[in-house]
Each structure stands twice: as structure tokens, then as C-alpha cells.
């Protein structure tokens, strides 16, 4: 069932939120806190990029909200001159809903890490996302548990050594990207924290989408995991790993789009373009899932190719428009008549009883 055929306006997801008249910049949205993160950490990165991309947005401050979880990216809202609550461990996106479904005039933003957010809180941010409540879920992903000092995380590698598993982990790591696509999450992307450009580009993109939007961020942590994807940084090797998606556009990478991405039976393989002719080359399509998935699994966790760029971007009605229209549709009437409910033939009806060894024991009739 669509949006339009269930008489909903077709939105934007900030086409409720008020727009500010006067321009915004960078600093109008930083807060007077002291950032406190360890020298080097990717949070700054991603911070700066946020502050940067949000006054694109023209919406008042005051209507934008950030939600954490537990964890050194949760201390994001502290850092934002919005509104914002630093939340329990994994419950970001449940409270997050709350704000969603009652508060159409707000922005909501989640900030959450790879433990915040795939341990603990993995049951709120897999709902979240199927039932396409309109918030934007921002993933850190350092591959460790930093703010508890180093031990190893749902994204892990197997055979990661840390402080608790000192013989190497022995569970196969979450793949982010593939976990939202399978939970069916409207907007799926994925950046890096050093690539300020394209990580600004989806974090807009993600914002602006009506619907659940996830956005895995590779970042940094250089204390407990230093140094985990440089093989995405450092231009000898990324040349031939890190694959930027464009809609609509052949799916090429390196120098002069010297490496394609081609199909291989039901998934994607790599090759050299000149080995290719240009029609098997896969032309990127936001619109197709399985597709989308099939490029979330050429990131395994040797990182030999990983896609940046929005994954995934499809329009189905969101979660709290939908509870706003049974609502509206209750106050004029017609939903159930409470009376009939509490009046109606389900009841039942407890007889007297009798008490044994201390125990309450009846019966009941219907």
C-alpha cells in the first residue's frame, strides 16, 4: 500500500520540520561545550561534517533533536546547539520514535556506535528501521568497544585480538549495510570519516529522505583499533577497494575508472574495465534491493572492496505518518466505539474462589 493510497501528502522528511529565514552557518550549531575525545578519534571528523551540512538544511534549531545511546559517539549531543539527550545503552532509536511519531515539526537525528547499536540496542535499531520511522541513524563503526577500553564489538574481525578475547574472536562480524537492507530500511549509505565531501553528500542525502535512514560511518579509533581501515586511506590500496556509487551511473573506480564492478551469476564480481565490454558493466540503481545488497557483500571484513555513497533509497509510507492518520481517523469517528469494546461479548466474567495454602484458586467463566 502506498502513501497516496492511504490519502497521505507525499513528503519530504523535513518537509513538517519549520525553516529558519535567516542563513545559518557552522558555528550557529556548535554548542559551548568542550569537545572531549581523544586526539586523533574520527568523532571530530564526523562532527565538523554535521555542523557543516546541517545549516543546508535551513531548518531552526530548536526543531532539531539528537539522540545517542551509550558510547564515545554518544557524547555527540553535548557538542550540538540543538536540542539532544544523551539516552540509554541501545535505546536511541526507541526514544527516537517516540519523538518521531509525536512531533511531525522535528528533525531526528540518532548517533550510535557499532556495540551501541548491533549488541544491545540491536532489537530497537532493526525495528526502527522495517517499520520506516522517519529518523536519521547514524552508525559509528570502529570496529571496538572504545569508550570501555578495547574489547571486541558485534564488527569485529574474526580472530581479532583484544582484552576480551586475547586468543582472537571467534564471532563472525556483523556486516552493517547488509543487516539495514535486510531489515528493509528505505535509505541505506555508507562513508568514510576522512572523505569530508562524501560524507557530507550522504549525510544530507540521508536527512532529507523521508523515512528511516541509516548511514554506517567507518571511523577511527585510534587508542584501541588504531589504524583499522587504512587500507581504505592510504592511495596504493585504495585504488583498488574503495568503490563510490553514483545513481544512475556505470559502477567504475580507480584512476580513470580503470576497475568495473560486473555481475557473476547472482552476486558482483570485480575486473578490469577493458576486459569488460561497457554493457556489462553494473549501472548503479538506488531503487533495486537485491542489487543493493548484492554491493554490501563486497565488503567482507578483509575489506578487499568496500561501496560508499547511498546504497539504497526507496519511498514506502513511514511509521509515524501512519499512526497519525489512525489517530486523526479515531478523533473523526471512526475507529472502535471504546463502549462496544468494554460492553462487548469478549469478557470475562471471574467467579468466586476459594483460598488453599495461602493460593487464590477460582474460576472463571467467559
Not at 561545550?33 to 562532527?47: K, N, S, T
Not at 579509533?221 to 586511506?233: A, H, K, Q, T, Y
Not at 531503487?287 to 526507496?314: C, K, N, P, T
Amino acid at each position: 500500500m502506498t502513501t497516496v493510497d492511504l490519502g497521505l501528502p507525499v513528503l519530504g522528511g523535513l518537509d513538517l520540520v519549520p525553516t529558519e529565514d535567516q542563513v545559518q552557518r557552522a558555528k550557529d550549531f556548535a554548542s559551548d561545550q568542550e569537545v572531549r575525545w581523544c586526539p586523533g578519534c574520527g568523532d571530530y571528523a564526523v562532527l565538523a561534517a554535521v555542523r557543516s551540512f546541517l545549516p543546508t538544511l535551513s531548518i531552526k534549531r530548536e526543531n532539531t533533536v539528537f539522540i545517542s545511546g551509550i558510547g564515545c559517539s554518544s557524547r555527540f549531543p553535548y557538542y550540538l546547539d540543538t536540542y539532544g539527550m544523551h539516552s540509554i545503552h541501545g535505546r536511541a532509536p526507541a526514544i527516537a520514535t517516540g519523538l518521531a511519531v509525536s512531533r511531525p515539526d522535528l528533525s531526528v537525528f540518532v548517533v550510535t556506535g557499532d556495540g551501541d547499536a548491533l549488541s544491545i540496542g540491536g532489537n530497537h535499531l532493526i525495528h526502527a528501521l522495517r517499520r520506516n520511522v522517519n529518523m536519521t541513524i547514524l552508525l559509528f563503526n570502529n570496529r571496538i568497544y572504545g569508550l570501555t577500553k578495547g574489547q571486541y564489538s558485534p564488527t569485529s574481525e574474526v580472530g581479532k585480538v583484544t582484552k576480551s578475547t586475547p586468543m582472537g574472536s571467534l564471532d563472525h562480524p556483523f556486516n552493517p549495510v547488509s543487516l539495514a537492507l535486510g531489515a528493509e530500511a528505505t535509505f541505506v549509505g555508507r562513508a568514510m570519516d576522512s572523505d569530508r565531501a562524501g560524507l557530507t553528500a550522504v549525510l544530507e542525502a540521508a536527512a532529507r529522505h523521508r523515512g528511516a535512514s541509516l548511514v554506517e560511518i567507518y571511523q577511527d579509533c585510534p587508542i584501541f583499533n588504531d589504524g583499522s581501515f587504512d587500507v581504505l586511506r592510504k592511495p596504493d590500496q585504495s585504488e583498488t577497494r574503495v568503490i563510490p556509487l553514483t545513481h544512475g551511473r556505470p559502477i567504475t573506480f580507480g584512476t580513470d575508472g580503470r576497475w568495473a564492478v560486473v555481475r557473476r551469476g547472482f552476486g558482483l564480481g570485480v575486473a578490469p574495465t577493458a576486459d569488460v565490454a561497457p554493457a556489462d558493466v553494473v549501472v548503479h540503481d538506488t531503487g533495486d534491493h537485491e542489487l543493493a545488497f548484492a554491493l554490501s557483500r563486497l565488503s567482507d571484513q578483509g575489506l578487499d572492496h568496500a561501496v560508499f555513497g547511498v546504497i539504497r533509497q526507496v519511498q514506502r509510507p513511514t511509521y509515524d505518518d501512519l499512526s497519525r492518520a489512525q489517530v486523526r481517523h479515531a478523533v473523526d469517528g471512526g475507529g472502535a466505539d471504546l463502549r462496544e469494546l468494554v460492553h462487548g461479548p469478549d469478557t470475562w466474567t471471574v467467579a468466586g474462589g476459594r483460598v488453599l495454602d495461602g493460593a487464590a484458586i477460582g474460576g472463571s467463566t467467559r
